[in-house]
């Protein structure tokens, strides 16, 4: 039970903080994102260079129509005007924020 001695609230949270990113509650808090691995994130970062790379034969080589850039879609990045470097952003530090308020409450109380 949660907040006895055999489960504390600083062993819940570390529990918590460390639980594998194929977990229901990881892919709870990253949504579609939390489904990519570094792995994906890096071969979508390929398939971006090669993409750049034919753009660029491309219009040196005078291809007709010219060819435009199009970024690999990423789960959770907003794509403007074929911006790259725009990233998803996780908000984990609000859950840190709730778990300290708890176990604050829990030790005062």
Do not use: C
Request: glycine fraction near 10%.
């Amino acid at each position: 039970m949660l907040g006895t001695e055999e489960l504390t609230y600083g062993r819940f949270r570390t529990l918590l903080f460390h639980l594998p990113r194929e977990s229901a509650f990881v892919q709870a808090q990253l949504g579609v994102a939390g489904k990519w691995t570094t792995d994906n994130y890096l071969t979508a970062h390929v398939i971006d260079g090669l993409n750049h790379l034919y753009v660029l034969l491309g219009s040196v080589y005078g291809a007709r129509p010219k060819p435009k850039f199009e970024p690999f879609p990423r789960p959770g990045v907003k794509n403007v005007k074929g911006n790259t470097k725009t990233y998803a952003k996780f908000d984990l530090e609000q859950l840190r924020g709730m778990l300290d308020q708890t176990t604050q409450a829990v030790d005062d109380g």
